[in-house]
């Protein structure tokens, strides 16, 4: 049966401070403790006594698990662990998407309530209902696709404008992606990340998230360069988080997160945050669909000026071997791919064309 569907967290929360109300917000949706906090290191040294405040203040039992540092099966069983042990009926993650993430999927294995709290603004993991798991190694495992989208989105925009503005950054990369992978998957007829096509909703948030990152993405980085929050920062970490975070989730992937799914494949892109490489495979995926000349160089202007990698040498990749380009794009057509919604078939050999040439635009 035809269908379509849009989903999104219960309720998304963003403010200058607002962790200090975590306590509140979950009393609000009514949710019950005990609460299982996975921590990134940085959001745990700066955040502990706001935590200990607001939710002792709200009648909360908590611990805290400190991250281990990647999304992997592991890191998920010893979150789930310690839930058990805990009796824990709610599971924060606070810091960045990789903690996001593995506590989106402790808590799906315990059948606890979801709230993200984001450190930074690197990524749409927050209000998704998606993990990307990554193997021990660090190259990208799998998807992991649950049924329920958080209950509580928080967002501290004075802990984003105090985070380091790659992270900033490497959000928008992500967010640029989103409009375009929406457009194609609506092109193609393909079903969205949730099995149903996509309403017009998502396709315009996803519109409204690029519109926004053209407009104040520059202004934005000024901002956290003077770690404030001003107008710009709060309507990008919007873009970042929940725009794009609903436009993928509800409009579709296709072409540019497959490519960065292909980047990780080639171990000298690790250093390379997701939303970088995501902005390469935004390039790449706009050259193959032949995308309008001005827009092609819109996107890569906007990228150069705020720091998204445009080249393989930005990438890390200075000498790119055949070898590496035949691994990265046989990565990004895997038969499980999201490259396959866009609406003509792509080859490995499309893929590395459509790298080089993006390469080669500089
Ligand atoms: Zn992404």
Redesign the pocket.
């Known amino acids: 049966m035809h269908r379509s569907i849009f989903c999104s967290p219960s309720r998304y929360t963003q403010g200058a401070g607002v962790t200090s109300m975590l306590g509140q917000e979950l009393q609000i949706l009514g949710l019950e403790g005990p609460v299982l906090i996975v921590a990134g290191r940085n959001a745990a040294s700066q955040l502990s006594d706001l935590w200990e405040r607001s939710l002792a203040q709200a009648g909360y039992k908590y611990d805290i698990h400190h991250f281990g540092g990647e999304c992997t099966g592991l890191e998920i069983d010893r979150v789930t662990a310690k839930g058990h042990s805990l009796g824990a009926k709610i599971v924060i993650g606070s810091g960045g998407g990789k903690v996001i993430d593995t506590s989106r999927a402790a808590a799906a294995d315990l059948g606890a309530s979801v709230v993200s709290c984001p450190s930074i603004a690197s990524?749409?993991?927050p209000c998704s209902a998606i993990s990307v798991l990554y193997k021990e190694d660090g190259s990208y495992d799998r998807y992991r696709i649950y049924g329920r989208n958080p209950d509580l989105v928080l967002v501290d925009t004075t802990l984003i404008a105090h985070s380091p503005k790659r992270h900033l950054v490497a959000g928008m990369g992500?967010a640029l992606?989103t409009l375009f992978e929406a457009e194609a998957c609506q092109k193609s007829g393909a079903l969205n990340t949730r099995g149903g096509a996509a309403l017009q909703t998502a396709v315009n948030m996803a519109r409204l998230c690029f519109d926004t990152l053209m407009k104040y993405g520059r202004a934005a980085c000024v901002s956290i360069e003077k770690n404030e929050v001003s107008q710009a920062l709060d309507h990008v970490v919007e873009a970042n988080t929940l725009l794009?975070g609903l436009g993928?989730e509800s409009g579709g992937l296709a072409a540019a997160?497959a490519i960065?799914n292909g980047l990780t494949r080639v171990p000298q892109t690790h250093k390379m945050m997701?939303?970088e490489k995501?902005a390469f495979g935004t390039i790449t995926q706009l050259i193959m669909q032949q995308a309008d000349k001005a827009l092609l160089e819109e996107v890569t202007t906007f990228c150069k000026d705020v720091g998204l990698p445009t080249t393989f040498a930005d990438l890390g990749l200075d000498e790119i071997s055949d070898g590496d380009l035949r691994i990265i794009a046989q990565g990004a057509v895997a038969p499980e791919e999201t490259i396959h919604n866009m609406p003509f078939p792509v080859s490995e050999q499309l893929v590395i064309e459509s790298m080089k040439s993006a390469n080669e635009l500089n």
């Open positions: 990524s749409d993991a992500d992606a794009s993928f997160h960065h997701h939303g995501v």
